[in-house]
């Protein structure tokens, strides 16, 4: 059974610091995995998506890296902003399966200071 | 957003009452999902529809069942309500590829 664990599960930061987020998941065998913002009260809004024969994928301030074999995939957000405050979940769809399900880890709440 | 909305978007119930949750998708998507969101947990999947008639089991189905009798709504049912089913529901569209999510549900189970 895949397992998805996200450290920290909460993070404050100064503004304008880079940082970056972690997830690890246990089976490599993977069909993509993706990185989700989650706003208090709100749904989720993806912010990337990276394959799993790639490596990373960028978004303006963020960039996703994938190391599939290890079982790690990083979130990093250059220059924090006020923004950028809320819960990132990282999720992997498994490789198998006709609705090739996701597993989300339990997320990460970043606050980011002013 | 992409076209999903759920209702109701908050409800409060007493133990041992039927509740139904419905979804709503508006981009004929036919893979449609139920999750349910806890602390400590992230989002765990219910139940998931593959077209219309078609469902199956997620990883924490026990006690919810669901139906889908037309492409566009996706209900979940709360056969006998416990406190334990209080939690943050979100329905969600999408493929193999990605999913969209609605704007969830706050059930509270008294």
């Given amino acids: 059974k895949q397992e998805v664990t996200q450290i920290p599960a909460a993070l404050s930061v100064p503004e304008g610091e880079n940082l970056v987020l972690n997830c690890s998941f246990t089976d490599s065998a993977i069909y993509n995995l993706q990185w989700f913002r989650q706003d208090p009260g709100k749904g989720l809004t993806s912010l990337l998506l990276i394959q799993s024969s790639q490596r990373e994928q960028t978004s303006g301030r963020l960039n996703a890296s994938l190391d599939k074999s290890s079982g790690r995939s990083t979130l990093y957000i250059a220059a924090s902003q006020p923004g950028d405050s809320a819960t990132y979940l990282c999720a992997v769809r498994a490789d198998s399966g006709s609705a090739r399900q996701l597993t989300f880890g339990s997320g990460t709440q970043l606050t980011v200071l002013p | ?110």
Wanted: hydrophobic content about 25%; charged content about 20%.
């Fill in chain 2, 1 to 110: 957003d992409a076209g999903i909305t759920q209702s109701p978007r908050h409800k409060v119930t007493e133990t041992g009452t039927p509740v139904t949750l419905r979804c709503h998708q508006t981009e004929n998507h036919r893979y449609m999902y139920w999750y349910r969101q806890d602390p400590g947990h992230g989002l765990r999947l219910i139940h998931y529809s593959y077209g219309v008639k078609d469902t199956d089991k997620g990883e924490v189905s026990d006690g919810y069942s669901v139906s889908r009798s037309k492409t566009e709504d996706f209900l979940l049912t709360l056969e006998s309500a416990t406190s334990s089913q209080t939690s943050v529901y979100f329905c969600a569209i999408g493929g193999q590829e990605t999913q969209y999510f609605g704007p969830g549900t706050r059930l509270l189970v008294l």
